[in-house]
């Protein structure tokens, strides 16, 4: 059986958030609101195809990707950089590198037990994310 990541999923933990959002350049002030969010992401996977919407009571995020075909991503409302992004499969993790101004920026999915994990990367800061069934 293929991993499928769809579903309802609630933050659970999110460690070095501020040092991500710092490498990301976000100032102090959307920081500290964005740091006190807990986000929801609804996931669906059709095979290779993925909607991942990341929301909260401050900001929305939608990314819809296939895996294997690159695409410009526009990081709105994040950090509203570009970037040339592109999702590959490494065994069951789901692997995103963001090409662009910072460097080793990218993301890690993968699922373990019952619970989400996110590896968020930017520069030399990794934000760690667990999330649970909603
Ligand atoms: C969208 C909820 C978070 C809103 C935070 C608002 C301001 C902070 C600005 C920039 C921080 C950078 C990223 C926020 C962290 C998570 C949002 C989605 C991260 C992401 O790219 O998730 C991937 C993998 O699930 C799908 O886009």
Not at 68 to 79: I, P, Q, T, V
Not at 96 to 102: A, D, H, I, M
Not at 105 to 125: F, V
Request: proline share 1%; aromatic share 12%.
């Amino acid at each position: 059986m293929p991993v499928d990541f769809s579903g309802t999923w609630n933050l659970v933990s999110n460690d070095n958030f501020e040092g991500y959002m710092v490498a990301l350049g976000i100032d102090f002030a959307t920081r500290k609101i964005a740091k006190m969010l807990k986000p929801q992401k609804v996931i669906k996977q059709d095979g290779d195809s993925f909607y991942i919407h990341t929301t909260s009571t401050f900001r929305d995020y939608l990314l819809e990707f296939k895996v294997g075909e690159e695409f410009e991503e526009d990081n709105k409302g994040l950090d509203n950089r570009k970037c040339k992004s592109l999702v590959t499969w490494e065994n069951d993790k789901l692997v995103c590198v963001q090409t662009g101004e910072k460097k080793n920026r990218g993301w890690t999915h993968w699922l373990e037990g019952d619970d989400l994990h996110l590896e968020l990367r930017c520069e030399n800061q990794v934000c760690k994310q667990v999330f649970k069934r909603a």
